[in-house]
């Protein structure tokens, strides 16, 4: 049965796991501050909190809050966890929280068409973001006003971040947060709460299927296949309707699809379902992958990295996936499962075969993802021109992982997006960089070897000259970026 907290109160929704759960707060709840713009995940007036019950530094459960685009967020993925949309915010009547209150102190509300979305944003910030100017401004980096023109709001996040330094001597920050006013108090009751829905969750289940625990191939706890729901960025987007009227396979947060692990081999290993901002956010990753934060803020938005799973960007097959970009070049090896659970691996590399067709059965789910991170004398690029810095993707991206050593390319491993049908490793110019000098004359030669490679179209996002273009200045980027010393711009035009 689909049940989570919505603000204080539990709900049991009959509705489709594939409907949004913006309908369900809006039409259903008839929680109208949850406000809709543009359905696709771009404005960011839809914006509510999806809380998640997680273990804390030291193993205790808290609950962790992430700003979540609802018009996009699948009702299903809501089972469980405690959602939050502005009404929810709110303490006696007439009262505003101070996160409210830097908003209208800074005149960033006019018409107030955005601001819900704003203050959830800014609200999820206060719950966990870093105490600095620049996280709080990232924190509404998915949200749009067409009236104030963003100044007025970044002063309101600097206000925050002032009265967020007041903190220090409160050890921790949720009963703070709730003393000052930012949430009810009944914010601190949700952990246990939370921890009590899923001890009946799993009993439930267990009782339905005989004992054991869900998995998410198990025809018993999941009706047949129709749609595999990763965070629905994608599928809500281009198929909405279709996915509200099928049976669909929920996997985001599914503990088994979720995991970043070293393995003993020193591979890396992650599940389907992990998301952009579990990667960004991974100790592990981060110290493999010391530029990894600002490569993966070129992916869309917070809202957007907190639903997005790297399953969903390998399937959608969009020939401008970063994730794939990014990955293709670390040559990562997929391990797929079908419905009777038999698994094969398959190269990332072998994944497209043509534009949005994969070398993937219908009934075959990714369950894992695995490479081999940058070893001891080995660096990785990623880059990506897009029109606009946050939400946008790609007119071209690009990533490598080269090893250089006396100034000669022992290895390189190029990938490109935007320039062809099928997301791209550049296999030709990869293996003939290979054993060449680092000179400005090699990559020349490799820019115009990587130009037979592509067959960019124009588009919204440029023109096809325009495209050939930035794969070249992209793939001197890389050079540039880690070998300041040998290399100069001047030099390679
Ligand atoms: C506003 C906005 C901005 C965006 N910006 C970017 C951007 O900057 N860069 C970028 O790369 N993308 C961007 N995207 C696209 C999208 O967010 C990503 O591709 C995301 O990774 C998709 O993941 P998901 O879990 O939401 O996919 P879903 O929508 O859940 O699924 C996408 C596809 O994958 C399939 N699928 C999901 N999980 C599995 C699985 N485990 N096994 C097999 N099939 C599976 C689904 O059936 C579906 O066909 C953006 C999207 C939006 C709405
Ligand atoms: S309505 Fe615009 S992001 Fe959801
Ligand atoms: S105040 Fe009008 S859109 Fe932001």
Redesign the pocket.
Known sequence: MLQFYLNDQLVRPAHPAGSTLLDYIRYQQHLTGTKIGCR???CGACTVLVGELRPDAEGQPVVRYQSMTSC?TPLGNAHGRHIVTVEGLSQAAGQLTPVQQAIVAEGGTQCGFCTPGFVMSMTGHCLHGAATPEAARASIDGNICRCTGYKSLERATDRLTAELLTRDAAPKRLPWLVQQGYVPAYFERMAARLAELRRETVADVAARTGGHLPDANDPAVTPPLT???????????QRADDVLAAEVQL??GHAE?CFIREQADGRISLG??TT?EDLRSSELLLGRFPRLRQHLK????TP?RN???????F??A?P?????IFFLALDARLTLQNAAGEQRQLPLRELYRGYKQLNRQPD????EISFLPPAEGEVFNFEKVSKRTH????SVNAAARLRVHDAVIQEAHLSAGGVGPTPLYLRRTSEWLSGQPLTPETLRAAGELAQQEISPISDARGTAEYKRLLLRQLLYAHFLEHFPQQLTLAELL
């Open positions: 696709e995940g771009d996009l749609y595999l729901l990763g965070g629905g960025t994608d599928l809500l987007v996997l985001y699809r389907a379902a952009v070129l992916v869309s938005s957007i639903m997005a799973t790297v399953a969903g960007n399937v959608n969009s401008i996936g970063d994730l794939t075959e789910q990714l369950v939400l946008d993707i790609a």
